[in-house]
């Protein structure tokens, strides 16, 4: 079979979504919501957090900030922080892998926000 472009293609089979379509998945509960979330930790780590309405279908979005320990204001501090993965799961969880450039353990504030179907 020849594409438009002139180049053989594959027949795509019924039911076999093209990589650039969406995936829609039925949502219970809130279409969306947001909370924050104290952490600490250095180097590489792991963290679970509570979202009530999250599950596997899920689209999960998270940011990091430092905190200062005194008064737990969020800044912009002198270490490079990253999310590296975010894991929505079944049963109102999120697993968030998180990466600290800095020798000490740093009090850091997780933002996350959720959003249910489409």
Known sequence: MSGSNGQNSAPRQENQ??????????ASGPSQGADSFALSGKGIF???VPMRFVN???????????????DRTPFMGGANIRVLNVV??????VEIRVEVE?????????????FNGF
Do not use: I, M
């Open 102 to 114: 800095y020798p000490e353990e740093l009090p850091l504030l997780a933002s996350v926000f959720y």
């Open 46 to 48: 792991d963290s679970t």
């Open 88 to 93: 929505p799961k079944d049963g109102g969880e």
């Open 56 to 70: 596997h279908t899920s689209r999960v979005f998270v940011s990091l900030a430092e905190l200062y320990s005194v």
């Open 17 to 26: 979504p093209n990589a650039s379509e969406p995936v829609k998945h039925a």
